[in-house]
């Protein structure tokens, strides 16, 4: 934060010299910080003061939409430098936020070996391991000697996104085993690879989505995980630092998605207002449609309403708490999903066992609502109804709130499309039309 407001002053003093030595000995992720925060017409500027090397690092750390306008903004040879200095996966992250016409100029240009490596993993569908994985690792064979493959490693450990994993490949670059750094080093001299190797090697599919890669490498803390392609032929890696790129991305999408909210990759707050208001706008005119429902129900219950006017006072309490107990079902239950914590296999039981818990929580609360209800209408009738309409809607928005995500998985769509304004607004509609449909009964027989 220092840092930003230091470099702003002094390029707005044109004090060129002096920005150049603020940025010298900060890290590039924090120099990446810096320029983000400031003004457009600054952040050119500001790139250019850095050397090549640091360049290459900061730009690929920029937010998307600033790499873009300094793509926008620098020389043509800049950029070619820059993007054909970059890691094949971060560049292809690049391609895919840029317009198609300026992709296919840069791919033009680049090197003939970087050309093929970017074009390998544009050739995979967005959101797989295939698409996010990097060509860039060390392989080894069984036959070789310990001296043999270090001397390999001394040569390709630049060109290589790690080498704490090594990964062993047959002539067919088959993946046959994996054998970490340490113990390549402490081996024998006189041992082969296929001495010290593991064979037993956690891999995933290049059609595997991006999500499942993530999940994988957590479950068996892994630095890097190989990816294969249909013929388990070893074609790249994941590396744990994408990983973390993908878990930010997923958890915004679904936070995003849990408030109503259309997903974008854009910086919500970098985005034009109008934009965000377009995109914020249909899933509340959704929502507006859906709750004119509620207005059906109780106009079709008007003559209830008209006899026992107290009856209305307690509608905000019943549909606020059943919205309550629906989005914490929905939440736990979208949330599970996605870390494959629960699985469709065993929505039956979690169904159930949700709809007990609502149960539970409909029964401590109802206990409260109708002696609260006696006390304010004064009105046996009328309490019971409250009571007993409240247990009624908290089984309903517990289980509904399960189970739609369920329904979405099962469709094959977004679990966390099912989000808690959308289960808030069924259970409103189906509450009031419990709640009035029990009082006219009960009433009546009062």
Known sequence: MLVRSQLQVLLEQQNLQGAKALLAPVKPVDIADAIEGLPEAMQAIAFRLLPKNTAIDVYENLDPSVQQILIEDLKRQDVLDIVDSMSPDDRVRLFDELPAKVVRQLLQQLSPEERQATALLLGYESGTAGRIMTPEYAALKEGWSIP???????????????????YVIDTARHLTGILSLRDLVTGRPDQTIGDLMTREVVSIKTDADQEEAAQVIQRYDLLALPVVDAEDRLVGIVTVDDVMDILEQEA??????????????????????????????????????????????????????????ALAFF????????????????????????????????????????????????????????????????????????????????????????????????????????????????????????????ATYLIGLA
């Open 315 to 438: 509608i905000p309490l019943l549909i606020g708490s059943g919205g309550n107990v629906g989005a914490q079902s929905s939440t736990v239950t979208i949330r599970s999903l996605n870390t494959g914590e629960i699985t469709s296999r065993t929505a039956a039981r979690i169904i159930g066992r949700e709809t007990v818990v609502g149960l539970a929580l409909g029964l401590m609360l109802g206990i409260l609502v109708t002696g609260w209800a006696y006390v304010l209408a004064d009105s046996a009738a009328i309490a019971f109804t409250v009571g007993i309409s409240l247990v009624a809607i908290s089984v309903l928005a517990s289980t509904t709130g399960t189970a739609l995500p369920f329904l979405f998985q099962r469709l094959g769509l977004d679990p966390a499309l099912m989000s808690a304004p959308f289960i808030t607004t069924v259970v409103d509609v189906l509450g009031v039309l419990i709640y009035l449909n029990l």
């Open 148 to 166: 043999q493959a270090l001397d390999y490693i001394r040569r390709t450990a630049r060109t290589s996104e790690t080498v704490y994993y090594l």
């Open 252 to 309: 915004t999408e679904d936070i995003y998605a849990l408030g109503g909210l259309q997903v974008s990759r854009e910086n919500y707050f970098q985005t034009n207002l109008f934009k965000v208001a377009r995109q914020r706008v249909a899933w509340l005119l959704v929502l507006l449609v859906t709750n004119t429902l509620t207005i059906a129900v109780l106009r079709s219950q008007e003559a209830i309403l008209d006899q026992v006017v």
